[in-house]
């Protein structure tokens, strides 16, 4: 799973660098959002990726590009709310379903028929700004953030490498995350459906642990008691605040870090 975060970084480089100009995007913004607060961004084809920034602001680019359908035909919408910004791509409503419209989290409605544009997001977020990530066709990628992560695709892997705590959910595709902070305000869950499931953890880490998995192997650096085929269970530390990684088909593996 380590190689994965390799590559992902390298991807992210590629897409961050100084050799893509305004002239070479079809969306950007930049503002700030208030420490605490989160930038989110609602993706349906296309990837999101997220990389730490120095400074109070947060910039978002995007990258259209479509085979058949027409990319002018999907908008950017940038939503400001109380709990930070949302910025989600807007594909042309379907006949006999809900209008689109960008709301924050579970709210509003994202839908695409036949609608092969593919929208890539670049953001780049700083230290304390949390990030939410969610896509239906493709992957997330935050690397070396210093801030919250969440994480969601439906098809596509999860790569996070955080300061802060990460959650992270797929259905197809493999998730491989590394948080470094042991200060946690919740349970940490991790859910693939078809996939591997790989977390890296402090050392001084508390958690109550459950791993999980029905067609695959489980590895843990710390001590856990098998309590059932395909369930390893344990507390590392003083436990507090649950830690669970799960999936259907695919290993689970629970790291130890620094």
């Known amino acids: 799973m380590r190689v994965m975060r390799a590559i992902a970084a390298a991807v992210l480089a590629a897409g961050c660098g100084d050799s893509t100009g305004p002239e070479d995007v079809d969306f950007s913004w930049s503002g700030t959002v208030d420490q605490g607060d989160a930038i989110e961004i609602k993706g349906v084809n296309g990837s999101i990726s997220a990389v730490y920034e120095a400074g109070d602001d947060v910039s978002v680019t995007a990258v259209k590009d479509g085979q058949v359908s027409d990319p002018d035909g999907v908008t950017i919408v940038v939503v400001p709310h109380a709990d930070g910004v949302t910025i989600c791509a ?77 959650l992270a959910s797929v259905v197809n595709g493999a998730i491989d995350v590394a948080i470094a902070t042991t200060t946690w305000d919740r349970d940490l869950t991790y859910t693939a459906v078809n996939g591997n499931v790989s977390v890296e953890v402090p050392a001084a880490a508390n958690a109550d642990v459950s791993l999980t998995t029905a067609n695959g192997t489980i590895a843990s650096d710390f001590a856990l008691t098998e309590v059932g085929p395909g369930n390893w269970q344990g507390v590392i530390g003083s436990g507090v605040w649950g830690l669970t990684l799960t999936t259907v088909n695919g290993n689970v593996d629970l790291q130890r870090g620094s």
């Open 90 to 166: 807007v594909y042309p409503d379907v006949a006999g379903q809900p209008s689109n419209e960008c709301q924050p989290g579970s709210g509003g409605h994202l839908g695409t028929q036949n609608n092969d544009v593919e929208v890539d997001f670049t953001v780049r977020v700083p230290a304390g700004v949390a990030f939410i990530g969610t896509t239906v066709n493709g992957g997330v990628l935050a690397e070396q953030l210093r801030s919250n992560v969440f994480a969601t695709t439906v098809n596509g892997d999860v790569v996070v490498t955080t300061t802060g705590i990460a």
